[in-house]
């Protein structure tokens, strides 16, 4: 959006008015999914036309760790994204990740055709974060699924409902499936109490604790809240 008409992203069908402006070389920057753009005669006969290849163009593949984890069943077409090699061949490749471990990058780099690359990486370490990792004790005749789920997360929320705002920013990945979100958002009402919210009006504006997950459509009202909301404490996720 910020690109204003100088950006476009091609879908799987588009208008003739943004394939004309494709022809005429209008956009400087042209975002899609592999699926929009591999094996679509239309849009490729219009790359390796002169207008195209006597630029300078760059082909960046974002969440490049999705060519590894996804391209074998998943989405196909990620591993696919070498074929626009031929039809940009004078294009650099800029694969970014925040996941990949070395060797990754190496399958990565055989996967879209990356000879003589360089790796620029570094450790987005920050004294304000940290990750924790906590086991759930295993189960037995006594020890039930919801217990062990408790054992996680009893003493974070009770050491929220002593600190209230005081206590730091926390999200919180949930293993199993996605129902034990919706166990954690009631444990967490259940525990707290009237902790649970910043006032008397139980809304979701003043709650401290939200859930979030795959099912929430886009215009849920929990995809707005942002991590600098000023009640939301906790982020229970799938």
């Given at each position: 959006r ?9 879908k ?28 679509k ?9 002169e ?8 082909i960046?593949?974002d ?15 990620f ?13 650099k490749?800029?694969?970014l990740?925040a996941?990949?471990?070395v ?10 055709l990356?000879?003589n ?12 974060m940290?990750?924790v ?8 005749s ?9 054992y996680?997360?009893r ?8 600190k ?11 293993g ?6 919706g166990?954690a958002y ?37 995809r707005?809240?942002?991590?600098n909301q ?9």
């Amino acid at each position: 959006r910020k690109l204003g008409s100088f950006a476009t992203c091609l879908k799987e069908k588009n208008d003739a008015s943004v394939l004309q402006k494709l022809r005429n070389g209008d956009f400087s920057y042209i975002f899609t999914h592999p699926e929009h753009l591999i094996g679509k005669k239309a849009i490729n006969d219009i790359l390796v036309s002169e207008m195209y290849s006597s630029k300078t163009c760059i082909i960046v593949v974002d969440e490049a760790h999705c060519v590894l984890d996804w391209g074998e069943e998943y989405r196909p077409s990620f591993r696919q994204i070498k074929e626009m090699r031929p039809i940009l061949p004078n294009a650099k490749m800029l694969a970014l990740s925040a996941t990949l471990t070395v060797s990754g990058q190496r399958d990565v780099s055989k996967h879209l055709l990356m000879k003589n690359y360089k790796v620029v990486s570094s450790v987005p370490t920050k004294e304000n974060m940290s990750l924790v990792i906590c086991r759930r004790p295993p189960l037995s005749s006594v020890v039930s699924s919801k217990e062990t789920y408790n054992y996680v997360l009893r003493p974070v929320l009770q050491d929220l409902k002593s600190k209230g705002q005081n206590f730091p920013l926390t999200i919180i990945y949930l293993g199993g499936t996605m129902d034990w979100v919706g166990y954690a958002y009631e444990y967490a009402n259940k525990l707290l109490g009237e902790d649970m919210y910043t006032s008397q009006l139980h809304s979701l504006e003043n709650c401290r604790v939200v859930m979030y997950h795959s099912s929430i459509g886009k215009d849920d009202e929990v995809r707005s809240l942002k991590f600098n909301q000023k009640f939301v404490i906790i982020k229970i996720k799938f």
